[in-house]
């Protein structure tokens, strides 16, 4: 059988980069980051990006109605994360359309540099009662510029 390999996961300009502390809460029984917090490192990292980029918050999005569901994750693990390292989560938006945005992590381990993990989600447009609408002109531009840049 011969499998197609996933598309790698690179960063692309412009690219968001922020410290994050793992917490006792992020760990497991032995110290050690469990596995599914990594997406919320992701929505951390896709949060902290949507502010610093493009000036708006998911609070934004929601009061005009768009509501940003993941749709489709991958997720790949290198290395742990343990109990008090410091990471750095970097996120840049891969691409959109009228309908989706797709973005890009990588997450290091700061004191010395080992890439922890790579990913990438896609997040479906949709009104509050989950279907499928467009993103607004004006959100839709904004994507594009930095796509663009």
Do not use: W
């Amino acid at each position: 059988m011969n499998k197609k390999a996933p598309r790698p996961i690179e960063l692309k300009e412009p690219i968001h980069r922020l410290a994050y502390r793992v917490i006792y809460g992020d760990t497991d029984t032995g110290g050690v980051v469990y596995y599914g917090n990594y997406l919320r490192f992701f929505e951390i990292g896709r949060t902290e990006f949507l502010r610093s980029m493009l000036k708006t918050s998911y609070r934004d999005l929601e009061d005009k109605g768009l509501i940003l569901p993941a749709s489709e994750v991958y997720c790949r693990y290198k290395a742990p994360a343990n109990y008090d390292d410091l990471l750095e989560i970097s996120t840049s938006l891969e691409k959109s359309s009228k309908f989706s945005i797709r973005f890009h992590y990588l997450i290091h381990r700061l004191c010395d540099h080992r890439l922890l993990v790579r990913g990438y989600t896609v997040h479906a447009a949709t009104d509050r009662s989950g279907h499928l609408t467009s993103i607004p002109k004006d959100f839709q531009t904004a994507l594009a510029d930095i796509c663009n840049s």
